[in-house]
């Protein structure tokens, strides 16, 4: 298995693709990005790949960027088989290091993880078995402490927030607050979004977000606003779905409880599948994970071998989706008088 190629671009200065404001990418001397987000230019109203050549790579992109509270630290997750890559990086003194793989979970499993609101550590899934050796375990819930140094030990968080069955965590509120996808007994669907809260200092049972949120449909990868207004998550099946996998936010309503998923429209929605939400730490920008772009015309092209080559290696290939990003102001506006 080929290894992380923009770790090697990166140290040793080949060429990598870089995108300007309202340009395709451009192919420039490589550099360790510098600035906010990955030195990225902030999108507008429309989609765009989201560092092309260092996060959007020739690689099925299987998750968002998670950026830390303070934005100096990202994960990301690159769906390998049989290789999973969890690709870390830190912004040291304004420029950002190379990525690397993030090894704490040795061999097994894991998706990117949901930092705490104060930054001191984060929540990650993971099939690594309670012992730490054997056989993967299902899917549950890890916690690390995150040190200047690096990352403390790995914890296994208990019952009841991990159960016998796999345990998805995919967002933290500021209270503490976890929102989960699960099929635990008692939900409306097949997958529901599900809420942990934290009282004093432990988390609770996971209960069911409840209907409209929760439909008969799939509702998924619940990220929940720092505030806990909205939540935006994906789902399929639905008479508005305008692809495979479409985009969803739902507003909290006046007595508190959850309003039912609205489709977030073909600004953000395509033909291809549309998942893994995540904000921003400033609320500023939504990240998701698209199919649109992909080119498949290669048969039809009549292209060399070198462009189809070059092609091959980059994002938009067609093998895989990637990462898009887009101002949260979409989100806003689907929101109901």
Same mark, same amino acid.
């Given at each position: 298995?080929?290894?992380?190629?923009?770790?090697?671009?990166?140290?040793?200065?080949?060429?990598?693709?870089?995108?300007?404001?309202?340009?395709?990418?451009?192919?420039?001397?490589?550099?360790?990005?510098?600035?906010?987000?990955?030195?990225?230019?902030?999108?507008?109203?429309?989609?765009?790949?989201?560092?092309?050549?260092?996060?959007?790579?020739?690689?099925?992109?299987?998750?968002?960027?998670?950026?830390?509270p303070d934005g100096t630290?990202?994960?990301?997750? #690159?769906?390998?088989?049989?290789?999973?890559?969890?690709?870390?990086?830190?912004?040291?003194?304004?420029?950002?290091?190379?990525?690397?793989?993030?090894?704490?979970?040795?061999?097994?499993?894991?998706?990117?993880?949901?930092? #705490?609101?104060?930054?001191?550590?984060?929540?990650?899934?993971?099939?690594?078995?309670?012992?730490?050796?054997?056989?993967?375990?299902?899917?549950?819930?890890?916690?690390?402490?995150?040190?200047?140094?690096?990352?403390?030990?790995?914890?296994?968080?208990?019952?009841?927030?991990?159960?016998?069955?796999?345990?998805?965590?995919?967002?933290?509120?500021?209270?503490?607050?976890?929102?989960?996808?699960?099929?635990?007994?008692?939900?409306?669907?097949?997958?529901?979004?599900?809420?942990?809260?934290?009282?004093?200092?432990?988390?609770?049972?996971?209960?069911?977000?409840?209907?409209?949120?929760?439909?008969?449909?799939?509702?998924?990868?619940?990220?929940?606003?720092?505030?806990?207004?909205?939540?935006?998550?994906?789902?399929?099946?639905?008479?508005?779905?305008?692809?495979?996998?479409?985009?969803?936010?739902?507003?909290?309503?006046?007595?508190?409880?959850?309003?039912?998923?609205?489709?977030?429209?073909?600004?953000?929605?395509?033909?291809?599948?549309?998942?893994?939400?995540?904000?921003?730490?400033?609320?500023?920008?939504?990240?998701f994970v698209s199919g649109?772009?992909?080119?498949?015309?290669?048969?039809?092209?009549?292209?060399?071998?070198?462009?189809?080559?070059?092609?091959?290696?980059?994002?938009?290939?067609?093998?895989?989706?990637?990462?898009?990003?887009?101002?949260?102001?979409?989100?806003?506006?689907?929101?109901?008088?």
């Amino acid at each position: 298995m080929r290894q992380f190629l923009i770790a090697l671009l990166v140290v040793t200065g080949i060429l990598i693709l870089i995108r300007g404001c309202d340009s395709p990418p451009v192919v420039v001397e490589a550099s360790r990005p510098v600035g906010s987000y990955l030195g990225d230019n902030p999108p507008a109203m429309e989609p765009r790949l989201f560092a092309p050549g260092l996060i959007s790579t020739s690689l099925h992109d299987d998750g968002p960027p998670k950026f830390s509270p303070d934005g100096t630290e990202v994960f990301f997750r #690159k769906w390998a088989v049989p290789h999973d890559i969890i690709g870390h990086m830190r912004q040291v003194s304004g420029t950002w290091t190379a990525p690397a793989q993030f090894a704490v979970f040795g061999r097994y499993l894991v998706g990117a993880p949901c930092f #705490k609101p104060d930054g001191s550590g984060a929540y990650f899934l993971s099939r690594r078995p309670r012992s730490g050796e054997g056989d993967p375990d299902d899917y549950n819930i890890w916690y690390a402490d995150r040190k200047v140094a690096g990352w403390g030990p790995l914890t296994y968080l208990d019952e009841p927030v991990n159960t016998e069955g796999d345990d998805y965590i995919w967002s933290v509120a500021s209270d503490g607050t976890m929102y989960l996808q699960g099929d635990y007994e008692g939900g409306v669907g097949g997958y529901d979004i599900w809420i942990s809260e934290l009282v004093d200092g432990v988390h609770q049972a996971a209960v069911n977000a409840g209907s409209p949120l929760n439909t008969e449909h799939v509702e998924s990868a619940p990220f929940v606003s720092s505030d806990e207004s909205f939540i935006v998550f994906c789902s399929y099946g639905r008479d508005d779905c305008l692809g495979s996998i479409d985009l969803y936010v739902s507003f909290r309503d006046a007595e508190g409880g959850w309003g039912p998923g609205i489709n977030l429209g073909p600004t953000v929605n395509s033909e291809q599948s549309d998942k893994f939400p995540a904000l921003s730490p400033d609320g500023k920008y939504l990240f998701f994970v698209s199919g649109r772009g992909a080119d498949r015309s290669y048969v039809q092209s009549g292209r060399s071998y070198d462009e189809l080559m070059a092609l091959n290696r980059g994002p938009g290939n067609g093998m895989g989706d990637d990462v898009y990003w887009v101002s949260a102001q979409v989100i806003e506006n689907v929101r109901p008088d």
